[in-house]
């Protein structure tokens, strides 16, 4: 059966880290860009970073995480990761992992859309 999984998350403390993970099982992760996404109690779901085909080289991050998150992927392990440091409370949120395509238009800025599959999330909570 083809999926992705995440794991990695738990409680840390502000100022913290912690290193998420995004596993393809079923389909080889290669042929895509992988976006993580955050959704936190009564809040819209937010993307927070997307890499491209390791081909491509292209990473985005969000405003909110730039210089704290990075992202990487190892296609030999089938594997997105995720790098937080620096990790503050309103970062915790149920955070998310799926495949999709980076679009470059001829005009403006590359933007990732999500296609095919999603992971059901891990849960990152920043308390102390």
């Known amino acids: 059966q083809a999926q992705l999984v995440e794991s990695g998350g738990g409680l840390v403390q502000p100022g913290g880290s912690l290193r998420l993970s995004c596993v393809a099982s079923?389909?080889?992760?290669?042929?895509?860009?992988i976006g993580w996404f955050r959704q936190a109690p009564g809040k819209e779901r937010e993307r927070v970073s997307y890499?491209?085909?390791?081909?491509?080289?292209?990473?985005n991050y969000a405003d909110s995480v730039k210089g704290r998150f990075t992202i990487s992927r190892d296609d030999a392990k089938n594997t997105v990761y995720l790098q937080m440091d620096s990790l503050k409370p309103e970062d915790t949120a149920v955070y998310s992992c799926?495949?999709?395509?980076?679009?470059?238009?001829?005009?403006?800025?590359?933007?990732?859309?999500?296609?095919?599959?999603w992971g059901k999330g891990t849960l990152v909570t920043v308390s102390s």
């Open positions: 890499i491209s085909k390791t081909s491509d080289g292209i990473t």
């Open positions: 079923g389909f080889t992760l290669d042929v895509y860009a």
């Open positions: 799926a495949t999709g395509y980076v679009y470059v238009p001829l005009v403006g800025t590359p933007y990732f859309s999500p296609e095919d599959y």
